[in-house]
């Protein structure tokens, strides 16, 4: 007994002795001895929205992970046209019920973002334009492409990258005029989309077959008329890649930047009553007096 009861104690002074040198080493080095019981700090909470950029493309939306955002340019009236086999491509982006200022990253605005209802569930919205990912077919399956990827661009020249400071966006839709008629691209009677440019919101823009090269023959001076086909008022030339960025240029209208391709000036239509969607100059007063302007258009005639 006594044997054990000495041998417990000296046990009990080595314990001591030992944990008295540990906490003297901790204090001269100075380490914490309970940093492996500490909670890890936490990580770094990124925007649900974000701006990414390529050298290619510049700036483009996507998601908190860094997944690229597109639009549809069949999108015309801010309701999503992809179901089907096109949704298992292009799967709809929602970044949930509260989306705010604080969860986006630099240089976006929560003004600029909205949400819709569609059969699949709801879908955020960029500028009124469906946000969605884009999911090739890969190993005999849908795969979203992965982070940083863009690969979705240009797809049959209707799928573009969400960008935040386009100037001309693409939309492709029928034309229907102010007297009710549909148009085809040519202008003739008849059913069938044209892919036309717009402005950063879906409006449609036109040009004036009587302007000249980079002269505009409608603006009066005191812009009296300027509510009947408004100029499109801009000096920032940012595309799709599917268009020459080189073909536009800004012109000077009494004081006032206008848009122009190739030579010819840019105008919305009043009556459209800036509804996304709505191209109802292409017959007033005359079918093709205003065209919607399109990336085939031929240059205009000289002065």
């Known amino acids: 007994m006594l044997y054990t009861k000495r041998a417990s104690n000296l046990f009990v002074m080595k314990r001591v002795r030992n944990a008295g040198m540990i906490l003297i080493a901790c204090t001269l080095l100075s380490v914490s001895c309970s940093k492996d019981n500490e909670p890890a700090p936490p990580a770094e909470k990124k925007p649900t929205i974000q701006l990414a950029s390529s050298a290619a493309l510049g700036s483009y939306l996507a998601d908190t992970l860094g997944y690229t955002l597109y639009y549809f340019s069949n999108d015309f009236d801010g309701q999503s046209h992809c179901a089907g086999g096109c949704a298992a491509l292009w799967p709809m982006y929602y970044a949930g019920d509260n989306l705010t200022q604080a969860s986006l990253g630099t240089g976006l605005d929560i003004a600029d973002f909205s949400s819709i209802t569609t059969p699949s569930g709801k879908q955020t919205t960029y500028k009124s334009w469906p946000l969605y990912y884009y999911a090739p077919v890969e190993g005999g399956y849908n795969e979203r492409e992965a982070v940083g990827e863009t690969k979705g661009e240009a797809f049959n020249n209707i799928w573009f990258v969400a960008k935040p400071d386009y100037s001309i966006m693409l939309v492709n839709a029928q034309l229907t005029g102010h007297d009710g008629k549909t148009y085809k691209s040519d202008y003739t009677e008849g059913t069938g989309n044209t892919l036309y440019f717009s402005d950063p919101h879906g409006v449609t823009l036109y040009g004036f077959s009587i302007d000249s090269f980079n002269v505009n023959k409608f603006t009066r ?51 459209d009553d800036m509804q996304r969607g709505s191209n109802k100059g292409v017959s007033f007063p005359a079918p093709g007096v205003w065209p919607v302007m399109v990336k085939d258009a031929p240059e205009a005639p000289q002065p």
Not at 247 to 255: E, Q
């Open 221 to 271: 001076a005191d812009f009296s008329n300027n509510a009947v086909w408004p100029v499109y008022e801009t000096d920032q030339v940012v595309v799709p890649s599917i268009l020459d960025k080189t073909l536009f240029t800004a012109i000077d209208v009494f004081g006032r930047n206008q848009l122009t391709y190739k030579g010819w000036p840019l105008y919305y239509f009043g009556a």
